[in-house]
Each structure stands twice: as C-alpha cells, then as structure tokens.
Nanobody, 120 residues
Framework: VQLQASGGGLVQPGGSLRLSCAAS????????IGWFRQAPGKEREGVSF????????YYADSVKGRFTISRDNAKNTVYLQMNSLNPDDTAVYYC??????????????WGQGTQVTVSS
C-alpha cells in the first residue's frame, strides 16, 4: 500500500506545476484525498481536498482560484494543478488518503513529500 507524490520542482513566480498522487495497493475510490504542505518553520496545513465519487472539493483561502484538485479513478491518481504560483507557495507538498468510512479525519495513508520551490 503506497501513495506516491510527484511533480514538484523549481518554478518562477507566476508559473504552474501539476502534482500527482498515485495510489498503489488500494483503490482511491472510497477515499477522501487531501494535499497538505509544510514550509520551513511552519506547521503543516491543508491545501485542498477531494471526496467521494461526486468529487466534492475544498480549498484553503490562500490557494482558492489558483489551485485545482481533480481525481482520475481509472488511473487511481489525484492531481493538484497549481497556477499563478508565488513564493509563499514554497513548501513540501504531501498527499494523504482517508477512508470515507472513518468517523474521524485522520488519514489512513500518507505519501512522501514533493518539494515545490517558487523563486526567480
């Protein structure tokens, strides 16, 4: 069972990146998927979430209108399209999966982080 996050890198302000979170060993259908990020010296924060087959989404205010989360159940992958990036978006980004059967919000699985650096 594994979540594999990828797609990070160095990008200039105003640029775009697309992060991928691919699941292996389990089916993402039936899980809520979240993207979190942690910048140096700061706490981990939730960035965006997508739940269920209907794909209900949530975005933190800091990324609303710039980031788009989506899922491709056929590929067992969730994406985070990040546009209009700015230096405040610099962080290690993590994806996590939580079973929709859970009564709490604790993720069942975490992916390894992928570094996003926004700098000129």
């Amino acid at each position: 069972v594994q979540l594999q996050a990828s797609g990070g890198g160095l990008v200039q302000p105003g640029g775009s990146l697309r992060l991928s979170c691919a699941a292996s060993g389990f089916n993402l259908d039936g899980y809520a998927i979240g993207w979190f990020r942690q910048a140096p010296g700061k706490e981990r924060e939730g960035v965006s979430f997508i739940t269920g087959s209907a794909g209900s989404t949530y975005y933190a205010d800091s990324v609303k209108g710039r980031f788009t989360i989506s899922r491709d159940n056929a590929k067992n992958t969730v994406y985070l399209q990040m546009n209009s990036l700015n230096p405040d978006d610099t962080a290690v980004y993590y994806c996590a999966a939580r079973s929709l059967k859970r009564p709490d919000l604790i993720p069942d699985y975490w992916g390894q982080g992928t570094q996003v650096t926004v700098s000129s």
